[in-house]
């Protein structure tokens, strides 16, 4: 088992731009959840995702969207990208009702 | 507002010697709280949690509600403990997780 993987591991975007980071999920896990962690910050909840739907959501901007697939995998989409965007994207997995979360190595976002 | 705060940025101390993280928390409910570490290079991981009430590479920690407080300690310091430790407060019924802004270990022979 890989365990939660991410993809890109980097990646450079400019202001106003969009960009989709990926994660799939610990092979058993059905629940996804991302953090932001900028420099010098512990992970900040953004969202977590259930059976394909949105089931929390920490204080970010609604130009943060995600999509969870029928395999678990997630997206996660931030649009009209700001210089304060930049930070490492977290994804985690669980099992529902389970409290241990897994996380992947993340997406180090630059924006420019 | 749930709330986990780790005063210390940084924590430096020799090889043998006990250690100490402090980890404060503000929550309405029955908390439920984790530590995790990150080493260098590698991704976040599970150190412990309160309700395993176990030892993890020698280190416990105890949940003390009455000083909303769950620091962790290890009595030997090892240099392989050297790393960023993340004190995490988890949203009951969702297992999202509030984290603190970490305390950097750094270990010294």
């Known amino acids: 088992d890989a365990g939660v993987t991410q993809s890109p591991t980097h990646l450079i975007k400019t202001r106003g731009q969009q960009v989709t980071l990926r994660c799939s999920p610990k092979s058993g896990h059905d629940t996804v959840s991302w953090y932001q962690q900028a420099l010098g910050q512990g992970p900040q909840f953004i969202f977590q995702?259930?059976?394909?739907?949105?089931?929390q959501r920490g204080n970010f901007p609604d130009r943060f969207s995600g999509h969870q697939f029928p395999n678990y995998s997630s997206e996660l989409n931030v649009n009209a990208l700001l210089l304060g965007d930049s930070a490492l994207y977290l994804c985690?997995?669980?099992?529902?009702?389970?409290?241990?979360?897994?996380f992947g190595q993340g997406t180090r976002l630059t924006v420019v | 507002a749930q709330r986990v705060t780790q005063p210390e940025k940084l924590l430096s101390v020799f090889k043998g010697a006990p250690v100490e993280l402090k980890c404060n928390y503000s929550?309405?409910?029955?908390?439920?709280l984790f530590w995790y570490v990150q080493y260098s290079r590698q991704r976040l991981q599970l150190l412990l949690r309160h309700i395993s009430r176990e030892s993890i590479k020698g280190f416990t920690a105890d949940l003390n509600k009455g000083e909303t407080s769950f620091h962790l300690k290890k009595p030997f310091a090892q240099e392989e403990d050297s790393a960023m430790y993340y004190c995490?407060?988890?949203?009951?019924?969702?297992?999202?997780?509030?984290f603190g802004k970490g305390t950097m270990l750094l270990v010294s022979p």
């Open positions: 985690a997995s669980s099992v529902l009702m389970n409290t241990e979360a897994f």
């Open positions: 929550y309405s409910g029955s908390p439920e």
């Open positions: 995490a407060l988890m949203n009951s019924g969702y297992s999202t997780l509030t």
């Open positions: 995702y259930y059976e394909e739907e949105e089931r």
